[in-house]
């Protein structure tokens, strides 16, 4: 059973930066395709960005386009997501999940993930 481990959220203000990890405790995040996604308050869960199992392979959803940038280090067992240029509406909780293995294609439909982390909160206020 993969288990992740989200870090890194905090406060930060308008254009300020934040990057946040997702690890897996106990276990491997090598050969899982992991996809961040986020829910604000109110709304439902969206899905920002997806990694492919060796980094070959990124996407992100426009309204994050050119500010995030999703990567990975498998030799320390933990994908990052780089948030640049951040704004009020950026303000959510941040999960990683990761598709069952084997299942590279990347994604950001939540429906298609097997393995959740508890998420991070994330509040970009001045």
């Known amino acids: 059973q993969l288990q992740l481990v989200e870090s890194g959220g905090g406060s930060v203000q308008p254009g300020g930066s934040l990057r946040l990890s997702c690890a897996a405790s106990r276990s491997t995040v090598l050969g899982y395709t992991i996809g961040w996604f986020r829910q604000a308050p109110g709304k439902e869960r969206e899905g920002i960005s997806c990694?492919?199992?060796?980094?070959?392979?990124?996407n992100y959803v426009d309204s994050v386009k050119g500010r995030f940038t999703a990567s990975r280090d498998n030799a320390k067992n933990t994908v990052y997501l780089q948030m640049n240029s951040l704004k009020p509406e950026d303000t959510a909780v941040y999960f990683c999940?990761?598709?069952?293995?084997?299942?590279?294609?990347?994604?950001?439909?939540?429906?298609?993930?097997?393995?959740w982390g508890n998420g991070t909160l994330v509040t970009v206020s001045s």
């Open positions: 999940a990761a598709r069952a293995r084997g299942n590279h294609r990347c994604t950001l439909n939540p429906d298609a993930m097997g393995y």
């Open positions: 990694i492919s199992p060796l980094g070959a392979t990124t």
